[in-house]
């Protein structure tokens, strides 16, 4: 696949003209790294700037969208349809007081949200978007593209931490205590459907992953779209994994003590995840910005990625929060299990089509004849496993465990 | 493939990085707060990935972030949280002299057998091209260098790859067996 640097806005592309303007301009040589330096700004100050534009539009969304499934009527009174009401809400956050509790650790207090917000933009730099010319990312030879985001994700739970310990309160450090469990037990399900996907691929680049999907993958391997989607809903702890927050039960959790401008960063970066994600299962699963020619790519994956977001949506709107144990034990027992099953499947039929000669002519993905026969067998199997689980595990009540006091009950916090 | 072949921005990088990573890790024993201690590790280590990008290393750049960022360190804020006296537990460091020059020497000597004994062009590029050639070579062999390793964990050194898993099999059931209930 060819770059095309002037046509798209890549790291290189821009190296490349902001090079070439120094140059114009007559520096000389030695402040050829200045365009590096350049590049990289103008590249942070994009993917910042529409992101937030985007995570303020789609909380207008998501608000219309829950209030629609809950039959009420959501923010409809700033500007047309209230499509204002993320400004007026950020307006708000921003003119109130930004208190910090006195017993906190306030350095990390403060770095806290910024430690969440910045894995969750740093993924956008790896997706390729598609364009209408080339399927370029903005950092697009990076190689290691979908091992990058599995590594950046995994932030995350540190951010947490630090946002629930510094505030020295008791309801967010069991929040962030859970999120901390939580996070890491579904981290493994995730990079599990992640490995399918790979197995399929040959490549961890993602324009190489968009590029080997000549049959997209939800249709080859249904289960491990859904081992990914529950677990990356888990990752984003929305509704029912959203132990970090219950509100009924811990006050909102991880944070309870933060106002004003910090609280505001922490719900940009909590809002920005159902996005991201949809941008990586769009990329995974879903064929990234491969479509019908009588569109251009990006415009497929926009669609592609909004459909997964209402799919999020759904989840989020009609599921009841599950307790701790319920989400620890569908982790450990259900999506681990189903992971590594459908690893065997995929690697045992890769395996086998490579012996009747189904490699396409690139050495490392299979022809389309050979993943669609993959994909029958395997959504026969999918459908059968989930019935199976229906039909006898789930049969199986949960039964409540005996509460016992956790021993963090009066850890580290002076009684005052 | 590093990201830049720019020298002057490569050499500034490394310069951000690395004052990063070991201002970090002095501050990692010296801080009395043992929070704040392993915040400061996970910054060392991010210095580390970073410095691992810097060497065209992406895939040990990528696992660093995933093994040591997200999950052991996780680990150590777990078990720091369960201490007491956490804001001032850190007990403080003297910088002690014999130990550090022991230290050194075994690092610089274990520095000097590696860097002697690895084949630094790699088995992909063959002695008899010319400087062109070799770095186009070169080039290639960074872009493969993650199949590449993949095929040297199965067949060359597939010994030590089950070994390791071998090992991590045995420390979690030793984990289990110590808080089993008896």
Redo the contacts between chains.
Sequence with gaps: MAPTPALFIS?ESL?IFFAGLIELIGFGE?F??L???LAGISISFLIINVMVMATAFYTWFERRMIARFQVRRGPNRNGPFGMLQPFADVLKLIMKEDTIPDEA?KP?FTLAPIALLAPTLMIMIVIPFGTFIDDQAF?S????GI??I??????N??AI??AG?ASRNKYA?LGS?RG?AML?SY?IPM?LGITSVLILS?S?AMTEIVSSQSVWFILVMPMGFFVFMAASTAEMSRTPFDQIEAESELGSGYNTEYSGIKFAVLFLAEFMAPLVTAAVVTTLFLGGSRGFDFLPGGIWFALKMFIIIFVLLWFRSTWPRLRIDQIMGFAWKTLFGLGLFNIFLVALEFSLADQFGGLASDKVSLTPKYMLIIGAINWIITIAIILIMANVVGRKKYTRPEPTPS??AN??IKES | MTLTTEPFAIELAFWILSVCTVISAIAVVQIQDLFRSALFLIVTLLGVAGLFILLGAEFLAGVQLMVYVGAISVLIIFAILMTRDLEEGNPSHSFRVPVAIVAIIFILFAYYVITQDTDWNGRLISENLDAEQQKVAATVFFKESIPYLAKMLLTDFVLAFEMVSVLLLAAALGALALVRDR
């Design positions: 790291f190296q030695s050829k790294w365009a590096t330096l650790d990390v950092l030879n990076l190689n290691i091992l990058f599995v590594g950046v994700t995994s932030v739970s540190i931490f630090m310990w450090i205590m901390a890491i981290e990079a040959g961890l021993p963090l850890m580290g």
